[in-house]
């Protein structure tokens, strides 16, 4: 059954760590003891987020430890309460530091307060290792003031089977970027936005015109990776309306996804010449397909917003643009019809994140509420942006650190309200790669019927039957 099956799979990964990895565990929690390891009154909190400074996600290592953790102990102080929160840091692989959060889990110890990505969050739910809020806390967390900052599309981040697991811990949204310059030459209006997936591809005809212009991308194959399914391949099946999973059944060979095949196979299939299929098979056709867009010889490119604001990003982009404000536009993606998109909409994005969620072993249940509320307090949020721009969770935040920058105020106004989510489910990863290769046949010359059908077949080995596959 579908429950059993995901809990196998992060039981397995954790027992298959050995003990090597579980030597360098915590000891089972006991938030009363001080550092020197004796009794005391004072409370000890720990916090472990797969950041390190001088390393791994810097930034964030460097703001829990030098403005987070004093902060909060010097509140607690004022409260006449001796608190003391110890930051674990970690710099590891990701599939390392989730191994490792699972091991302390299953052995009742490990941080109170942890990072996780919010796509693991229904995959610790259904091992056991993680309980909603209201488990571990009772129902006060619900008058926490921040919730009203947090728009229920954004909770969904952190929810999982309905009950809220953590507080999502930003957000991001899917968009289509386009070069300006090139509409201009080829006669496209500069304020563009697609009603429809045909007006997509007739832009891209019309950008097709021009000499050594790639008229768009749209990522597909293996080699990109997840890259392929959350900026390609998942926003297009939202905007056909269908998901990959719903209700605890994943979705096969369905009419949606062939339609989304469809289209791979209006830019890549043989003729078409709307897309660079080579792009598609190389180790870095995305980092090329990056450059083609700085360097003004790409048309249409889907992304995520990060992609404005770390890889074009005039000065110290990793694919600069000179004229990054002047020339990029972007648009939300639509549905293939108006009203068909997931849930009737017109326009559908799809959005990660990372949330963070309380150890259910946790001593000192209320005390650990409070630091993590105070992590995604207002203060706090801008106080680790500084003066950079990047989507929070908290919309008053995002008002105020926004409001210098269009394109992530686009993201967060128009594209968060219509978006969706991946599933958090322990055989997404698999599923995930079996629709890039779905992708990569259309681009091979085979047709999404053909394509779907393989993909169907793969996903009952990827389950392990049929019992989790809708019908």
Same mark, same amino acid.
């Given at each position: 059954? #579908? ?17 090597? +990895? ?54 607690? @102080?004022? =409260? ?5 929160? @110890? ?12 191994? =490792? ?29 993680? #309980?909603?809020? @209201? ?22 981040? *952190?929810?999982?089977?309905? !009950? ?25 209006? #500069?304020?563009?936005?697609? @009603? ?13 015109? +021009? ?45 949606? +996804? ?7 196979? $209006? ?5 078409? $010449? ?9 180790? =870095? ?33 990793? *694919? ?10 972007? *648009? ?7 009203? #068909? ?26 005390? !650990?509420?409070? +630091? ?41 106004? =128009? ?10 489910? !322990? ?45």
């Amino acid at each position: 059954m #579908e429950g059993v099956t995901r809990r196998t799979a992060l039981t397995a990964a954790a027992l298959g760590a050995g003990s090597t +990895l579980l030597a360098g565990c915590g000891t089972p929690l006991d938030p009363t003891r001080n550092e020197d390891g004796g009794g005391g009154d004072s409370v000890q909190l720990t916090i472990a987020t797969n950041a390190v400074s001088g390393g791994k996600n810097t930034d964030e290592a460097d703001w829990i430890q030098d403005w987070v953790v004093p902060r909060f102990e010097r509140a607690q @102080r004022a =409260k006449k309460r001796q608190v003391r929160v @110890r930051y674990m840091p970690s710099g590891v692989d990701d599939e390392q530091y989730k191994t =490792k959060l699972a091991l302390d889990l299953k052995a009742h110890a490990g941080p109170d307060i942890m990072a996780l990505d919010g796509i693991w969050v229904g995959e610790f739910a259904q091992a056991g290792y993680i #309980e909603p809020l @209201r488990s571990v806390v009772g129902s006060g967390f619900e008058q926490w003031e921040g919730w009203r900052q947090i728009s229920r599309q954004v909770r969904r981040l *952190a929810t999982f089977e309905g !009950a809220l697991y953590g507080i999502p811990a930003g957000t991001d949204a899917r968009v289509l970027f386009y070069n300006k310059a090139l509409f201009r030459k080829a006669g496209l209006p #500069e304020a563009w936005q697609p @009603r429809d997936w045909q007006e997509i591809l007739d832009a891209a005809r019309r950008l097709g015109r +021009l000499d050594g212009v790639v008229p768009m991308q749209l990522n597909a194959g293996t080699a990109m990776g997840e890259a392929t399914t959350m900026q390609g391949l998942l926003p297009m099946l939202a905007g056909a309306g269908g998901t990959v999973e719903a209700g605890g059944k994943w979705h096969g060979d369905t009419p949606e +996804l062939r339609a989304v095949l469809g289209f791979y196979q $209006d830019l890549y299939g043989k003729g078409a $010449d709307l897309g660079d299929p080579r792009l598609q098979q190389e180790a =870095k056709g995305r980092d090329k397909s990056f450059q083609l867009f700085a360097d003004g010889r790409m048309g249409i490119l889907a992304e995520g917003d990060y992609f404005w604001r770390d890889v074009i990003v005039p000065k110290t982009g990793t *694919a600069p643009m000179k004229r990054r404000d002047n020339d990029v536009g972007y *648009a939300l993606f639509p549905a293939r019809a108006r009203g #068909e998109g997931l849930g009737g909409r017109a326009f559908v994005s799809v959005s990660g994140g990372g949330v963070h969620v309380l150890n259910p072993h946790t001593r000192h249940p209320d005390l !650990a509420f409070e +630091l993590l509320s105070f992590l995604h307090s207002a203060p706090a949020l801008r106080a680790r942006l500084g003066d950079t721009a990047q989507i929070t969770e908290r919309d008053d935040v995002n008002e105020t650190v926004l409001a210098r920058d269009p394109m992530l105020k686009f993201a967060a106004d =128009k594209a968060l309200p219509v978006t969706t989510y991946r599933p958090g489910l !322990a055989a997404y990863p698999e599923v995930s790669l079996a629709l890039q290769e779905a992708t990569a046949q259309v681009v091979s010359g085979r047709s999404p019927k053909q394509a779907a059908a393989a993909y169907a077949a793969q996903l009952k080995e990827v389950l392990g039957g049929s019992d989790d596959i809708a019908r």
